[in-house]
């Protein structure tokens, strides 16, 4: 039996998916962690959605819409027939989300391709589960925010982000990886840093600030970019907070 949880992102997606993503669509993004799953459970499931091009963020988004039938795309392929980069809509989970729809993304370590698929399209939808709510962030999701390092500047980042924000880290860790030694590796082949700052209160601003130390790739804040967020509750309902 499902658990209270997985019953409120599972309703989540599929209302996310019925009331977001029409049969005129032509481009979908397709994000990445837990909840996304749902979300192309429900796709699957409506026929009329299998002519549209779905493009992933991570492999595990890649093999859900392969797996699932559905037709496969991407934003930066050397195929032009396979190449779309104007997405009309993407549809992401997140680690955790304010009431002004800024949300920290990269728990799972996909934030640099995240990013890049949100950007990219012409709507933006986040699904989460009630956890994943605040006030501020940094309050809920206490991991740090999700910093993607080239490898061979790690440190150097590192050091800069002690000395060089207004705002500083209260911890700042190597993301290690759980079933091998050594660190985790993204998709693209960098590392990741985990920067806890506590309660933030201008996220667009240090995301800004991060961004700028040379050797970042991407920083997992997303601001000013989602104009909706479903969020499965306990109960199984879902409740819907819009950008205001």
């Given at each position: 039996?499902?658990?209270?949880?997985?019953?409120?992102?599972?309703?989540?997606?599929?209302?996310?998916?019925?009331?977001?993503?029409?049969?005129?669509?032509?481009?979908?993004?397709?994000?990445?962690?837990?909840?996304?799953?749902?979300a192309v459970e429900r796709i699957v499931q409506r026929p009329e959605l299998h002519h549209i091009v779905y493009v992933p963020t991570s492999f595990q988004s890649l093999q859900l819409i392969t797996e699932g039938g559905l037709k496969l795309g991407s934003v930066e392929h050397t195929n032009r027939a396979l190449r779309?980069?104007?997405?009309?809509?993407?549809?992401?989970?997140?680690?955790?989300?304010?009431?002004?729809?800024?949300?920290?993304?990269?728990?799972?370590?996909?934030?640099?391709?995240?990013?890049?698929?949100?950007?990219?399209?012409?709507?933006?939808?986040?699904?989460?589960?009630?956890?994943?709510?605040?006030?501020?962030?940094?309050?809920?999701?206490?991991?740090?925010?999700?910093?993607?390092?080239?490898?061979?500047?790690?440190?150097?980042?590192?050091?800069?982000?002690?000395?060089?924000?207004?705002?500083?880290?209260?911890?700042?860790?190597?993301?290690?990886?759980?079933?091998?030694?050594?660190?985790?590796?993204?998709?693209?082949?960098?590392?990741?840093?985990?920067?806890?700052?506590?309660?933030?209160?201008?996220?667009?601003?240090?995301?800004?600030?991060?961004?700028?130390?040379?050797?970042?790739?991407?920083?997992?804040?997303?601001?000013?970019?989602?104009?909706?967020?479903?969020?499965?509750?306990?109960?199984?309902?879902?409740?819907?907070?819009?950008?205001?």
């Amino acid at each position: 039996m499902a658990s209270a949880v997985e019953t409120g992102k599972k309703a989540a997606a599929f209302r996310a998916v019925d009331e977001n993503i029409t049969a005129d669509h032509k481009v979908v993004g397709i994000g990445s962690g837990s909840t996304v799953i749902y979300a192309v459970e429900r796709i699957v499931q409506r026929p009329e959605l299998h002519h549209i091009v779905y493009v992933p963020t991570s492999f595990q988004s890649l093999q859900l819409i392969t797996e699932g039938g559905l037709k496969l795309g991407s934003v930066e392929h050397t195929n032009r027939a396979l190449r779309f980069p104007e997405i009309d809509i993407t549809i992401d989970g997140a680690d955790e989300v304010d009431k002004q729809l800024n949300a920290i993304k990269g728990g799972g370590a996909c934030q640099f391709q995240e990013m890049v698929v949100a950007k990219a399209a012409k709507k933006f939808v986040m699904i989460a589960d009630y956890r994943k709510k605040s006030d501020k962030l940094g309050t809920q999701w206490t991991k740090g925010v999700p910093i993607e390092v080239v490898p061979l500047a790690y440190k150097v980042v590192i050091n800069a982000l002690k000395s060089q924000l207004s705002m500083k880290p209260e911890t700042i860790t190597l993301r290690m990886a759980v079933a091998k030694a050594g660190p985790v590796v993204t998709d693209n082949g960098n590392f990741v840093i985990d920067a806890h700052f506590g309660s933030i209160s201008d996220p667009s601003k240090l995301g800004r600030e991060i961004k700028l130390l040379t050797g970042v790739v991407e920083v997992g804040l997303f601001c000013n970019m989602a104009e909706m967020a479903y969020f499965g509750e306990a109960d199984g309902g879902v409740d819907i907070w819009t950008r205001k």
